[in-house]
């Protein structure tokens, strides 16, 4: 079923499960931060990443402790993916740190090692040395990790992955988010599994956990009174998001299988029609697919743009690189311009949601049809 008859890009998709949790948690009396929802839910992500994990209010949140944690402050560069939505670089920004953007590989439209080490190399001449990358997994394709980890244990640089995107992805067979000194993913109501709305942190030891879940809740000491000796934020998630949490995460590994099919079933559908470039899975890397994205022919695109939208279908734009937002306009870049327009002007996003069924796969795809 579809709002309105709308076919949405990627739409939270509930059930009897998440409403009986909700119902639970508030028959509970827990509906603040505490509860066996928050308990059960971070527990289950712990043992999914086999890590300490923290859930937060949100995964800009999540990004933000990482930096806090990471030790990130005024004046600190932080390397950073170009090709990604701005809550991956906004937090560097919260902590008047100075972001550089890192161009993508045509083959993933991930960070590019090549462009890291020019990127490096450049800081280097002019003094410059980074103390952290923040690294997306765009539309939950894994980046080249390998050669990432081994370029920031090189050169000493924390590395936090950004998997807001990429829940249930794996490299190598780990779990996206787990590869870094932090790791974060997102439970916005758009991605793989949602809380409505709400993040994690994937932090390396129980040290650090408690250090983030201190920061996470005003920053208060432990004593009788109110104490605060540093800055803290207001970041912890409540047990009512996480009952929803809970319900979505036991699906996850359905959601990752209607995903991976929706995006092989476009990609079947445009075989011997029309050359269209996507995102590559690297043979070592296992992609949740979260969003399906292909770069059409200039000749195509816009066409294929109006006519879902005239047909109640949504779509959309890939992302406008970071390096070309006004509010990043005076940080460095290192990267192919060239591309990263190509991948903003050319790209498309489809209706990914796993609610889709084949009958509107059909639909979407016999409108696609007219234009090829
Ligand atoms: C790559 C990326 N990073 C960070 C975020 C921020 O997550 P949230 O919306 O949960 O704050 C999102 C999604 O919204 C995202 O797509």
């Not at 709305?197 to 920053?219: C, E, S």
């Not at 998001?241 to 991976?260: C, P, S, Y």
Request: proline letters at 3%; hydrophobic letters at 35%.
């Amino acid at each position: 079923m579809h709002k309105n008859n709308k076919i949405y890009l990627s739409p939270p998709c509930v059930d009897d499960a998440e409403i009986k949790n909700v119902c639970d948690a508030l028959h509970s009396g827990w509906i603040s931060p505490l509860g066996s929802f928050t308990d059960d839910f971070s527990n289950k992500l712990s043992r999914y990443f086999k890590k300490k994990v923290l859930l937060t209010n949100s995964g800009t949140s999540a990004i933000h402790l990482a930096l806090r944690l990471s030790g990130i402050k005024e004046n600190d560069y932080v390397l950073c993916s170009d090709f990604t939505f701005a809550a991956t670089a906004f937090p560097i920004l919260y902590q008047k740190a100075i972001p550089v953007f890192i161009g993508s590989e045509k083959e993933t439209w991930n960070l590019s090692p090549e462009f890291l080490n020019e990127a490096l190399a450049g800081l280097k001449k002019k003094n410059i040395h980074p103390k952290a990358l923040v690294i997306a997994h765009a539309y939950g394709v894994a980046a080249q990790m390998d050669k990432i980890i081994n370029l920031c244990k090189k050169h000493n640089i924390l590395l936090i992955e950004d998997a807001a995107e990429a829940l249930g992805s794996l490299y190598n067979g780990t779990p996206l988010g787990k590869l870094g000194d932090y790791g974060i993913v997102s439970f916005n109501g758009n991605k793989i599994i949602t809380c409505s709305t709400g993040g994690a942190l994937i932090l390396p030891d129980d040290d650090k956990y408690l250090y983030a879940q201190k920061l996470a809740t005003q920053a208060k000491e432990k004593a009788d009174y109110y104490k605060h000796d540093e800055l803290g934020y207001n970041y912890a998630q409540s047990n009512i998001l996480a009952a929803i949490g809970n319900a979505q995460f036991d699906k996850l590994n359905k959601k990752v299988t209607r995903r991976r099919e929706i995006f092989n079933y476009y990609l079947s559908f445009f075989k011997d029609k029309i050359e269209v470039s996507y995102q590559k899975e690297y043979k070592n890397s296992f992609s949740n697919r979260w969003l399906s994205s292909f770069i059409f022919p200039e000749s195509v695109n816009k066409k294929i743009k109006e006519s879902l939208k005239q047909n109640n279908i949504e779509c959309r734009y890939l992302w406008n690189p970071l390096h070309k937002q006004k509010v990043f306009k005076n940080y460095l870049f290192y990267g192919d311009k060239k591309l990263e327009k190509q991948l903003f002007e050319q790209g498309i996003s489809l209706p990914s949601g796993d609610n889709l069924g084949n009958k509107d796969l059909q639909k979407i795809t016999g409108i696609l049809e007219k234009h090829l």
